[in-house]
């Protein structure tokens, strides 16, 4: 749909298994496989050449597709628990089918400090997916549809001008808040060229598109995949979706499985929050 996601880590370790398994759609056949076991187990009494056909497709779980699936739709009981199964199955295919797409991706964490606040700042456009480690309070705000003076002072970098010059900042300012005539005259002092201009009045605009396209579509949502140590850090990720305006967020947050000696214990397994939230 183009929702942009924020999924929050507790550590470093398992974002970047998290990473990976974006990456390497081959770490998410253990859960495929899991899926065809469990229907395997729960369709075993169903006989006929149609379920024949059906388990021999299942042999070489890797080349599923969904396509493969569907004309088998009319076999299945509208409930119970073969349905449940088949669902699974259903689902994780789809899953693998995505993931063997690519799923473009940032991972936030202590290895990209120079591009921490640029990272954060565009994790509201569209078609984002951001991986954090620890996100709640790194101090910078999360902009639906993108944060339009991080991109413009990006330009300005590669061309060659300081970004945190105060009057390049200021420029910059002037410019997203539409104040075209002072930030003109900054320019001219600064020796912006005309064409600069135009560019980031593009990425303004860009900016304000993208921003109602990610408000139709939900705003930013937000999943963590297991609670913290610290009860804080998860009340200032729950937070997180309200401080980007009105739009009607949506967060998940899964369960601890155990809490013993004062630490969380991890909720889930990574495969399994893939599956999930596909």
Request: charged share 35%; aromatic share 4%.
């Amino acid at each position: 749909r183009g929702q942009p996601v924020l999924v929050g880590t507790i550590s470093i370790e398992k974002a970047e298994r998290l990473s990976q398994m974006l990456k390497k759609p081959r770490l998410y056949l253990p859960r495929l496989e899991m899926r065809m076991e469990l229907f395997k187990k729960a369709s075993q009494k169903q006989q006929g050449p149609e379920w024949e056909r059906l388990r021999k497709l299942l042999e070489r779980p890797a080349q599923l597709k969904d396509e493969d699936l569907a004309p088998f739709e009319g076999l299945i009981p509208p409930k119970g628990n073969l349905r449940t199964a088949w669902e699974g199955l259903k689902r994780a295919v789809h899953t693998l089918a995505v993931l063997r797409q690519g799923i473009l991706h940032q991972v936030l964490n202590a290895k990209h400090h120079a591009r921490e606040a640029e990272i954060v700042a565009q994790a509201g456009r569209s078609k984002t997916v951001t991986i954090a480690t620890n996100m709640a309070g790194r101090g910078t705000d999360i902009k639906l549809g993108g944060n339009p003076e991080y991109l413009a002072a990006a330009l300005l970098e590669k061309e060659g001008f300081d970004r945190y010059e105060w009057k390049v900042e200021l420029f910059i300012k002037k410019m997203v808040a539409g104040k075209e005539e002072e930030a003109r005259a900054l320019a001219q002092e600064l020796g912006i060229r005309e064409e600069l201009l135009e560019r980031i009045r593009e990425i303004r605009e860009e900016c304000k598109q993208d921003e109602e396209r990610v408000r139709a579509l939900g705003g930013l949502f937000i999943i963590g995949t297991e609670l913290h140590e610290s009860r804080l850090i998860d009340n200032q990720l729950r937070g997180l979706p309200g401080r980007q305006g009105p739009v009607g967020n949506a967060l998940r947050q899964t369960r601890p499985l155990d809490v013993g000696h004062g630490k969380v214990e991890r909720a889930v397994r990574l495969t399994g929050f893939v599956d999930r939230y596909d």
